[in-house]
């Protein structure tokens, strides 16, 4: 008979030795928590906001479609298959309907400028109290906040009393709204996003605010905060440095190639240097809960007909290319760019969805499919169906009866406790 040759005692002194690992693992890798992620941020410069403002943006966006010859036609032309075109269209005109804009950044920084102190001012109070208006009429998106100036010395001051100008706005009329997000840009160092996470305590002390209330993403739009000085990348301390505060990294597209001297003509979300960039953010916040959102393209739908058409193809198919590499959001900055972008959604999921769900059903039945696929990506098959629902793009009942089993099991699935399942 065979004997075990360690003891309790040497099991016991391996736990010991792993303690502090342990820690570390659970403290800084949690996972994902399942909440909804926006397919999109929308910028929109702090003083052109009101409470109509989605509305606007969705009735833009149809009417867009309407002058180019309808959604069958626009979505012919973004080459959705026949097969997916029904149930893309109808999810494109309940999105435009009900909720153009599903994340909304009101802009003081690049898209607002440096308009003076008492302009600014103004209009950071005046935007604090159309979201205060937009939340009591139920017209706020799920989630908005402020994009303010960055922390470097030159801005740093006139960034921060904005901020604090808008959550004293916020408050006086009654508390934060749910899902309220600050916008960093221009991070250079881990520094800054400590600071930040300071400024932010500071003002829930003083707001009488819960301890965490107010949280923030980070612009990666420097390629210090991609590389730093010492040759490694700063963007897991900077990560570390937020204190639980830090809800997304952000790639700024233009600013991050112009630092890097990319000729303005070949400044792209798809060049090699932005896909460098965003690898790295990929790998910094894989498994920390920390979403990634990617930029935005300055090739807007406007001016005649071939020119609006040609700019949704390149929409439709960065937005596409996106998600194929696990950014699940990105930028709009004007109404018409929504078309692509839910379109571009609801294909991505219309199409995965049938595969993706023979391939859970099989793994979860231990029945060979074709593909033998590992725990993890069953995990990765369950998070994209039900990514596929939140967004709406696919139903619970199709989802369920393809997969066959029901979504409170597919999420958690695809977001186990801790993000530590057991195998």
Request: some cysteine; proline content about 6%.
């Amino acid at each position: 008979m065979t004997h075990a040759l360690l003891r309790d005692d040497d099991l016991a002194g391996l736990d010991r030795m792993l303690a502090s690992a342990d820690e570390l693992l659970t403290a800084r890798y949690p996972g994902d928590d399942g909440a909804r992620q926006p397919l999109h941020t929308v910028y929109v410069p702090a003083d052109r906001y009101t409470p109509a403002l989605p509305r606007e943006w969705g009735d833009a966006a149809l009417d867009a479609v309407g002058a180019h010859g309808g959604i069958a036609a626009v979505l012919h032309e973004l080459g959705i298959p026949a097969a997916h075109a029904r149930a893309v269209s109808a999810f494109v005109d309940s999105k435009l309907r009900a909720e153009p804009i599903e994340d909304l950044r009101l802009d003081v920084e690049d898209g607002y400028g440096d308009r003076g102190d008492e302009a600014e001012d103004a209009d950071v109070r005046r935007a604090a109290a159309h979201v205060v208006a937009a939340v009591a009429e139920k017209t706020a998106p799920g989630s908005l906040g402020l994009r303010i100036k960055g922390l470097e010395a030159q801005t740093r001051r006139r960034g921060i009393r904005s901020l604090d100008l808008f959550v004293s706005g916020l408050l006086e009329g009654g508390e934060l709204p749910a899902g309220l997000v600050i916008t960093l840009p221009k991070v250079t160092a881990p520094a800054q996003v400590e600071a930040m996470a300071a400024i932010c305590s500071r003002l829930e002390e003083r707001g009488g605010l819960a301890p965490g209330a107010l949280r923030f993403e980070v612009q990666v739009e420097t390629p210090q905060l991609v590389l730093g000085a010492d040759g490694t990348s700063p963007l897991p301390r900077a990560i570390a440095a937020a204190g639980g505060r830090l809800t997304g990294l952000h790639y700024g597209t233009y600013d991050y190639s112009a630092a890097l001297g990319i000729a303005p003509e070949h400044q792209s979300m798809e060049h090699p240097a932005a896909d460098h960039a965003k690898s790295v953010m990929q790998v910094a916040v894989a498994e920390t809960g920390v979403r990634l959102s990617d930029g935005s393209t300055n090739v807007l739908p406007v001016g005649d007909d071939e020119a609006v058409r040609s700019a949704w193809r390149l929409s439709a198919r960065l937005v596409r290319r996106s998600l194929e590499r696990g950014f699940f959001q990105g930028w709009d900055l004007h109404p018409a760019q929504l078309v692509p972008r839910f379109a571009a959604n609801g294909l991505f999921y219309r199409e995965g969805m049938p595969p993706a769900a023979a391939r859970l059903r099989d793994w979860a039945l231990r029945r060979n499919g074709g593909v033998q696929d590992e725990p993890a990506t069953a995990r990765a098959l369950a998070a994209f169906l039900t990514r596929g629902v939140a967004c709406g793009a696919l139903t619970a009942a199709e989802v369920t009866d393809a997969a066959g089993v029901d979504l409170g099991t597919l999420a958690a699935l695809a977001h186990p406790t801790k993000g530590r399942p057991s195998a």
